[in-house]
């Protein structure tokens, strides 16, 4: 666990370590992802999909897009 995480929580907000685990995530910038990757397959490398697949939503938004015509 990671010891700030672990003592902010027991500060601020104690009834999520009775659900919730802190896991120390590597920077770069792009922690969010990494976040999701851990919290969806229980370690961060799928991430690069995860990043991916929303920049192609971001540059492709018509591929994407429930309301546009096919």
Request: charged share 10%; with cysteine; aromatic share 6%.
């Amino acid at each position: 666990m990671h010891l700030q995480a672990v003592k902010l929580l027991m500060r601020c907000q104690l009834s999520l370590l009775i659900t919730a685990v802190p896991v120390a995530m590597t920077g770069g910038g792009n922690c969010l992802f990494q976040a999701f990757s851990q919290a969806l397959y229980d370690y961060e490398d799928v991430h690069v999909h995860l990043l991916a697949a929303t920049e192609t939503r971001h540059t492709h938004p018509a591929t994407h897009d429930s309301n546009s015509a096919t």
